[in-house]
Nanobody, 126 residues
Framework: VQLQASGGGSVQAGGSLLLSCTASARNFSNYALGWSRRAPGKERDFVAAINWSGGTRYYGDSVKGRFTISRDNVKNTVYLQMNSLKPEDTAVYYC????????????????????WGQGTQVTVSS
């Protein structure tokens, strides 16, 4: 499975960005998907995860109420809508995939999901 993330960029505080991650998997709808991020010099920070149907979603404490994860199983794509962005959201954002949701929705400082993409840079200026 290959995960291709896109949509990163530079935005001012309070702005919004929409990240997308497209997966090259025939059984895409069987996978849980999610996002994590890593700022320079810091460990992995869990952002959001969604199960195969979209019926279960988890968020990291620092993004609750501001970020929304969703998926389109027809387009093999998972999205992360980021609103009210803050400078501390600046990081490289990685898309992750695994059959088990808990492998993504983990606070582990290193990725434990079976698949992850190359990352997309998000920079929020004050």
């Amino acid at each position: 499975v290959q995960l291709q993330a896109s949509g990163g960029g530079s935005v001012q505080a309070g702005g919004s960005l929409l990240l997308s991650c497209t997966a090259s998997a025939r059984n895409f709808s069987n996978y849980a998907l999610g996002w994590s991020r890593r700022a320079p010099g810091k460990e992995r920070d869990f952002v959001a995860a969604i199960n195969w149907s979209g019926g279960t979603r988890y968020y990291g404490d620092s993004v609750k109420g501001r970020f929304t994860i969703s998926r389109d199983n027809v387009k093999n794509t998972v999205y992360l809508q980021m609103n009210s962005l803050k400078p501390e959201d600046t990081a490289v954002y990685y898309c992750e995939g695994d059959f088990r949701l808990e492998k993504i929705a983990t606070t582990s400082g290193n990725p434990v999901a079976e698949y992850w993409g190359q990352g997309t840079q998000v920079t929020v200026s004050s």
